[in-house]
């Protein structure tokens, strides 16, 4: 049955009224917020004995860490010089699903090699892999998404490192969204703990090459700097219940820094404070910054992760500013990175590969004498009905 808007009107008038009341709370807050990242813009050292102190009680704090820089830096990009070789990568995938008629699983990486400056036309390519039944089928039963996920996300690194490692000057590699992996109980996954591994393998190949690898975030939600300002807000006694009690609820990061950060600049360079942070070690250690890559009048702020190596180098961190920039300004009014929007139009696949994918498995199976297995009966009520799954 169709919604039933009559229903939904009242609700819709009764969210109105919560949407002004929670606004007002939320000015009030990112005020409140500003304040505090004025008052210690210049006091990381005592930020940084806070944040240590509610580490104590609360091991699993996310947190932005505080570096060198005031909290209140917004620094120009560097006009860029010369050639700039840009590599980009984006993955999608495919979870086995038993509701299918046979379960199989792929991994596809699309990457753009774009050489800025150059006038050449930029190349593109793609990976396909097929899960073997020895990935799909395991001890504790058929592979979740979480595993896949992260298959992915540890290809795309890898990928990249095998194309910068072929190229002799400096090579900037671009991902969308965060360098550090969702993982959870790592320790009591030997499968995500050794894909992790792999992870880390693949920034280490990078780090020794001197490869500038970063993480772009598009319309960024999180709030490590907020969270950071909250603990200023806790006496000792109250440090304990860091994490847990939010003063400072719903703002987030790019709220705070967009009313200062004009079109063009960054922010200072945080460090990350999280439950798997210190997994990132010596020169993975993982910093960030806020770019805005807006325009005067339309502040649009992204979330740039790197590596400490990364900001270690010299001039590393202003080369990638204006490359994020000029490939941000390439999308006109929609500012994004133009290389990982076309790695991301080559990676992705349809409902109707999956299906072709689903055919060709189900004919080699019947080559050989076996059966090929049949749809599920509630995936064949959805595809009936003709509901459409797309797979990014």
């Given at each position: ?15 109105g009224e919560q949407a002004v009341a929670r606004e007002e709370r939320l000015r009030q807050n990112q005020e409140n917020a500003l304040q505090l ?218 709220a705070l820094l967009r009313d200062f950060l004009q079109p063009g600049e960054r922010s200072a360079i945080f460090g990350i404070q999280s439950p ?45 500013q204006g490359i994020l920039l000029e490939q941000a300004q390439f999308m006109g009014n929609q500012p994004y990175p133009y290389v990982l929007h ?51």
């Amino acid at each position: 049955m169709p919604l039933d808007f009559q229903q939904l009107s009242n609700q819709i008038h009764q969210l109105g009224e919560q949407a002004v009341a929670r606004e007002e709370r939320l000015r009030q807050n990112q005020e409140n917020a500003l304040q505090l990242l004025a008052t210690y813009q210049t006091r990381g050292d005592e930020l940084r004995e806070i944040l240590a102190e509610a580490l104590k009680h609360n091991d699993r704090l996310r947190s932005a860490i505080p570096g060198a820089e005031s909290l209140m830096e917004h620094r120009v990009a560097a006009p860029r010089n010369g050639l700039a070789l840009v590599l980009a990568a984006d993955g999608s995938q495919i979870i086995p699903d038993r509701h299918a008629p046979v379960m199989f699983g792929v991994i596809n990486i699309g990457s753009l090699s774009m050489r800025m400056g150059s006038g050449e036309t930029p190349q593109q390519a793609v990976e396909t892999r097929l899960l073997s039944y020895d990935v799909v089928y395991t001890p504790n039963g058929v592979i979740g998404e979480e595993v896949v996920q992260l298959m992915r996300d540890s290809r795309e690194r890898t990928y990249l490192a095998d194309l910068a490692e072929r190229e002799s000057q400096t090579v900037f590699t671009l991902t969308d969204g965060p360098l550090e992996p969702f993982v959870q109980d790592l320790d009591q996954r030997p499968d995500l703990k050794q894909l992790f591994n792999q992870y880390l393998a693949a920034l280490r190949r990078m780090a020794s090459r001197g490869v500038c690898a970063a993480g772009y975030v598009d319309k960024p939600g999180s709030d490590l700097v907020v969270r950071l300002l909250e603990l200023t807000m806790l006496d000792g006694v109250r440090l304990r219940d860091a994490g847990k009690v939010r003063l400072l609820e719903g703002v987030t990061d790019a709220a705070l820094l967009r009313d200062f950060l004009q079109p063009g600049e960054r922010s200072a360079i945080f460090g990350i404070q999280s439950p798997t942070s210190h997994l990132f070690a010596d020169d993975l250690e993982l910093r960030f910054f806020y770019l805005n890559v807006g325009h005067p009048g339309r502040p649009w702020l992204a979330r740039v992760e790197i590596p400490a190596w990364v900001e270690h180098a010299d001039g590393l961190v202003d080369q990638l500013q204006g490359i994020l920039l000029e490939q941000a300004q390439f999308m006109g009014n929609q500012p994004y990175p133009y290389v990982l929007h076309r790695a991301h139009e080559i990676a992705v696949v349809t409902y109707e590969e999956r299906r072709q994918v689903e055919d060709l498995l189900s004919l080699e199976l019947i080559r050989r004498g076996l059966p090929a297995g049949e749809v599920s009966r509630k995936q064949y009520a959805k595809d009936i009905t003709g509901k459409r799954t797309r797979y990014a």
